[in-house]
């Protein structure tokens, strides 16, 4: 198929974009690396009468250390952050989630910001950035604002994000020396949606940590506080001591029916939680996906 008619934008700066939003209320969609909208218009799942392709907005395009944190323009792409142009929060943590999403030319265009906007369960920075304690910029005709992950993403496909407002960017806290990440995703092939998303952040100096849950055809289950898949407590060797049980407990209460569903998940996750603790006494590159 191809797309209905609309018509095509492309503002040079953030205020010409928001202006042509509110020209247009309820009409229209911004458009950074196309690689989830392009799609969609052309099975006409989506049938706006105006596109905003923001990707030629050069404030969007850039990423940067603001304090503690590193603020990724949503036009950043994935290969931005996987080939280093874009700084990590942490030692090839952000550039190891990059190189796994799909193929490389979806990665030359496709965008950190889109990604998230686009909200699907599958989405590898939808997860990867909920483990990562990140938060959303967004900016509309009152000003700008911030959410979290959680907050953002309301359901499947589904943001916060009002008709006249563009996300413009992500900010991800800079991890602490001693903290560790894991991140592996269940898919059958190369570039397949995943069918499970594990990803941990575990710091064992300060005994703390975050878990989540991805590709559950709903907002990723966050656990914030990850001691309860560990007995209770982060140990320095922490992997030893996760919890199969309390996980599949934390994804029943999250209304996984499915016992099998919820053990491949539950094992997806062991896997990240043994990925981080490797990567304690290891500067590798693992792979982060999991085979079927």
Request: proline fraction near 7%; aromatic fraction near 4%.
């Amino acid at each position: 198929m191809k797309p209905a008619r609309f018509a095509l934008e492309r503002p040079r700066d953030l205020a010409a974009a928001l202006a042509l939003l509110a020209q247009t209320p309820g009409a229209a969609k911004v458009m950074a690396g196309g690689q989830s909208l392009g799609p969609m218009l052309n099975l006409r799942l989506a049938e706006p009468e105006l596109i905003v392709d923001v990707s030629g907005v050069a404030e969007l395009r850039h990423a940067g250390r603001d304090g503690d944190a590193i603020v990724y323009g949503c036009c950043v792409t994935h290969a931005d952050i996987e080939d280093g142009r874009a700084p990590d929060v942490g030692p090839n943590v952000m550039a190891r989630v990059a190189s796994g999403i799909a193929y490389r030319a979806v990665r030359n265009r496709g965008t950190i910001g889109g990604s998230l906007a686009h909200a699907d369960p599958a989405a590898d920075w939808l997860s990867s950035l909920s483990a990562l304690g990140a938060e959303v910029e967004i900016a509309g005709p009152s000003g700008r604002r911030r959410l979290t992950l959680p907050a953002f993403v309301t359901g499947a496909l589904s943001t916060a994000l009002a008709a006249d407002e563009i996300l413009v960017g992500v900010r991800v806290p800079v991890m602490n020396p001693s903290s560790r990440f894991g991140y592996v995703k269940h898919c059958r092939k190369v570039g397949e949606f995943a069918h499970a998303i594990g990803a941990v952040l575990i710091d064992p100096e300060t005994a703390t940590g975050r878990a989540v849950f991805g590709a559950v055809e709903a907002p990723p289950v966050v656990v914030d506080d990850a001691r309860v898949l560990f007995g209770g407590r982060i140990r320095p060797a922490f992997a030893a001591d996760f919890d199969a049980p309390a996980a599949d407990g934390a994804l029943a209460r999250a209304g996984m029916a499915d016992a099998v569903d919820r053990h491949i998940h539950v094992e997806v996750l062991r896997r990240a939680a043994a990925q981080a603790y490797a990567l304690l006494g290891s500067p590798s590159r693992p792979d982060v996906r999991s085979a079927a």
